[in-house]
């Protein structure tokens, strides 16, 4: 599978539902899906995990060639200033539900 953020992020687009994170909604699909996301790409196509805190806890994403890619900023209203936390999968896995990554595979798998 080959890493073309535009073709991933449309997949993913179409793969977010409420099976794959409980504060999903038709007019907010990124909403709460940062973890089961970021640890979906990171299991597809390797680089970095990494975080930034927020008021409402830790938002994370991935570092894939030394480049930034958070498929679910669209969530927020505004800008995130992002800090770039190393974290690892442990972490991540922290605010993932094995059942809504396993969802989110499969229809991310579907999409593609």
């Known amino acids: 599978m080959s890493f073309d953020p535009d073709d991933i992020q ?8 409420l099976s794959t994170a409980s504060k999903w909604t038709a007019d907010n699909p990124a909403a709460g899906q940062c973890n089961v996301t970021s640890l979906l790409v990171h299991g597809l196509f390797g680089g970095d995990l990494l975080k930034t ?38 972490d991540a896995e922290l605010g993932a539900i094995a059942e809504q990554l396993a969802e989110l595979r499969a229809a991310f798998e579907r999409e593609r």
Request: aromatic fraction near 16%; charge should be positive; proline fraction near 9%.
């Open 10 to 17: 449309r997949a993913l687009r179409k793969a977010w539902s």
């Open 53 to 90: 805190p927020l008021p409402a806890g830790d938002h994370f994403y991935n570092r894939i060639g030394g480049k930034r890619y958070d498929f679910t900023a669209s969530q927020f209203d505004s800008p995130i200033a992002y800090m770039d936390v190393p974290t690892d999968r442990a």
